[in-house]
Structure formats: C-alpha cells, structure tokens
C-alpha cells in the first residue's frame, strides 16, 4: 500500500497564512460563533460552507482548530500566483461546472489520512448573497466518507467582499459555526433527512439578513464594480450600459440612476421610478429576462449578434497550464455559436454549442470558455464588464437544446420549454 501523501502542505506558507489572516480578522473585527461542540471536534471532518466571497475559505478555515484543505476551481491554479499558494496550501483542484469523479477520490484519500477538508456545496460564489440551491450528490459524498459535518455560515460577507466587487468593505462580518452531524448521524440519518438539514442549515439571505440588522458599510466605493452583476438596466432593458462610479451607477443609455446608501440597498437619483431597492430581486429579475430574451431569438431563428463585447483580450491554454494571450477580438453571441473575431488578419475562432464544454465567469471581466479540452480566457476591454451575462445565456440555448448536462445548477432554467 503507497505511503504518499495526498495534497502535502508546507509548514512555513501554513504558518503564513495563519499569521496574515489572524491579523486580517483582527483589524477587520470579525467574529465568529463557535460552540464547543465545534471546537471540540477531532479531525478528520467534512466542513461545508456557504460561499460569497474570495476570502471565505482563508476565514472560515483560520478559526478552526484543525487546518482544513479546501476545495478549489481549477481555474485559479491557472494563475502562476495563485498557484503558488494553493498547492502548498494542499488545495485540491475541481473542474468547474463539469461532472469530476477525480476530486472525489482526492477528497476520499485526504480524508482517510485524517485530514479534514472543506467543500462550497453551492459550487460558485453567488453573486447576490442569496444561497444557491445544494445537488443532493453532496449527501452521497457524505455518506460515503462517514465523518462529522460542521457547517459554516458567513453572515455580512456579500457587503464585505462580494463577489462582483475587487474592494473589500468594512462592515460587520461574522461567521457561525454548527457541528450539524456527528459521524453516529452520518450513519444513522436517511438522506432525504441530511439533505433537508443540510440545506435548512446552509440557508442564507443577505437581504434579508441586512434588513432586519442594518450593518453600515464604511465605504465609499459601494457601487464600484457593480456592473459585474447587474448587466441590464430595469428601465430600458440596455445590456452592459451601466458606469459605476464611487456610491452611484447610471445607465448610459437612458440615464436610469442609483445610489446605493450606507446599508446596500438602493434609492434612486433621479425622477424615475425604483424597480428594485436590492441587489437579490434586481439580479433574478435580470436573470429571467435575459434566459426569456434568448428564447424568443432561438425560437424566431434570428440571425443577429444577440450580445458582443469589443475589444476584449483572448488568453488560450490546454486543459491545464498557464494561459498564453493569442489577440484582441470581439467575442460575438448568436443562437447558435460563439464567434471570436481577431483584429488582426488573424483567423476567427467558431465555437459552436456541441462542442463547448462549459462557460463561466471568474474575477472581474474575465470568462472562461471550454470546448474540445481547450480552456480560452477573455477580459473585458473595460472595467465592469460583466462576464455573468454569457453564462446565463448559454444556460438557456443549453436548455431548449436539451443539453441537461450542461446546465448551471444555480442558474434558474428549469421553467424554460423546450
């Protein structure tokens, strides 16, 4: 039987991180809630968390007294920096959005060395601070790994570091810590009785959670980046119109204005009606009407470029590897293809729906495309330019094209026909 190591970390970047994040918890004064039960707990467990923003894991794992090895997109191992850390971190890779029997043998073997690890059963980090709804395979992995569960729960995160948002945001942040299976439970407890748990326990809503608490944002910057989330304008349905400057954002089409007050929630600027005062109820709203959008020009066969962004930068790369910038292009959506269009003389690139494996937004501008085992990277010829609005999309085309397989989990397309 092999002696190897599965996802080994280094000692010294441990000790690193502990000291930068417990600095980083001090000055930012977040607190958590911790039971006994949870302190008390013995290695290895399974943690399982909600995820909003890009600090979630170095926060929630730095409080705990075991070191937890978390669960990570590949896509962050393709930065050179990033993938520094993280594999001496013993972070272990996951293909986004794709089925990947790999990282649960990985997980199975750093388990039964008894190492804890830490999973985001929503997959992403949401972009509203609404939880997404849980795949029911995370009670099989569970199950199947027979340690205790502890779940938790950051409360303040989607005004502290959203996902949409480089600036983090002074704000009450605290995180809540349930032991929510002991390994008897694991045992013991039907599925169907975990999974209602489970999803009951990982059950948050910032909104919600915001009005009742009125936490101020000591922040200047409260609007900044916003459009990473909020594509189309409520008033005259522009796409990627908005300029977001400090507490404020604007359509530039039809100058619909917002202001975003101390608290995160909206008031309008100027004589026009507010449709939404939250970030939650604009970004479904949004969601439904583009996936409804989509389907009226799949269904009229329409030739035309349903959205573009110009000017935008194109990175490739295998499947795994650091990621090569290739050219500037306008990357153009129509029903039923992708087309890449290079501003020099060279060849477009025709990514048709068959062979795209996946899309999905990362940080800032920047979309990821998959087709064929090769990974291609696009930034955005500006800041705020939102990368969600593919993904969303390709979400209903995927839909009526009966491509289940594909389909993002968090993205609402069941109600779509096809």
Request: hydrophobic letters at 40%; a positive charge; glycine letters at 4%.
């Amino acid at each position: 039987m092999s002696n190897k190591k599965h996802y080994p970390t280094k000692a010294y970047m441990r000790f690193i991180v502990y000291v930068v994040m417990s600095s980083f918890a001090f000055f930012f004064r977040i607190k958590k809630k911790m039971p006994n039960e949870v302190r008390n707990v013995k290695s290895p467990y399974l943690l399982l968390g909600n995820h909003v923003g890009f600090w979630d894991p170095f926060i929630i794992g730095n409080f705990l007294p075991h070191y937890t090895r978390f669960v990570s997109s590949d896509a962050a191992f393709r930065n050179p920096i990033f993938k520094f850390f993280l594999t001496r971190l013993g972070t272990i890779p996951k293909k986004k959005n794709i089925r990947d029997s790999q990282v649960i043998r990985d997980v199975v073997s750093v388990i039964r060395q008894g190492n804890s690890v830490g999973i985001f059963p929503e997959a992403v980090r949401n972009w509203a601070g609404t939880s997404f709804p849980l795949d029911n395979s995370i009670i099989k992995l569970i199950k199947l790994l027979k340690v205790p569960v502890i779940v938790p729960i950051l409360k303040g995160m989607n005004l502290f570091n959203p996902r949409w948002s480089p600036h983090l945001r002074r704000t009450k942040l605290e995180v809540d810590y349930t032991l929510l299976f002991t390994a008897d439970d694991v045992k013991n407890l039907s599925e169907e009785e975990m999974f209602k748990k489970l999803s009951e326990t990982l059950k948050h809503d910032e909104v919600d959670y915001q009005r009742k608490h009125k936490n101020r944002i000591y922040s200047n910057k409260r609007a900044e980046y916003i459009s990473h989330a909020l594509f189309v304008c409520p008033d005259c349905e522009a796409i990627d119109s908005f300029n977001a400057r400090g507490n404020n954002f604007i359509c530039s089409k039809c100058r619909y204005a917002i202001h975003i007050d101390k608290y995160g929630f909206f008031e309008s600027k100027d004589e026009k009606e507010l449709r939404f005062d939250n970030i939650r109820d604009w970004y479904y709203w949004q969601e439904r009407w583009l996936l409804e959008h989509i389907v009226e020009k799949v269904k009229s066969s329409s030739a035309e470029v349903i959205f573009k962004d110009v000017s935008s930068k194109v990175f490739h790369t295998k499947s795994k590897g650091n990621p090569d910038f290739i050219g500037e292009a306008d990357i153009e959506l129509f029903i039923d293809r992708i087309e890449i269009k290079f501003k020099s003389d060279k060849e477009s690139l025709i990514i048709n729906f068959d062979d795209l494996q996946t899309i999905n937004p990362q940080v800032s501008e920047m979309l990821e495309i998959f087709s064929k085992g090769e990974a291609y990277r696009v930034t955005g010829h500006k800041k705020g330019v939102s990368a969600l609005k593919w993904e969303i999309a390709l979400n209903a085309i995927w839909k009526l094209q009966g491509q289940e397989n594909k389909l993002s989990p968090y993205i609402n397309s069941k109600w779509l026909i096809k």
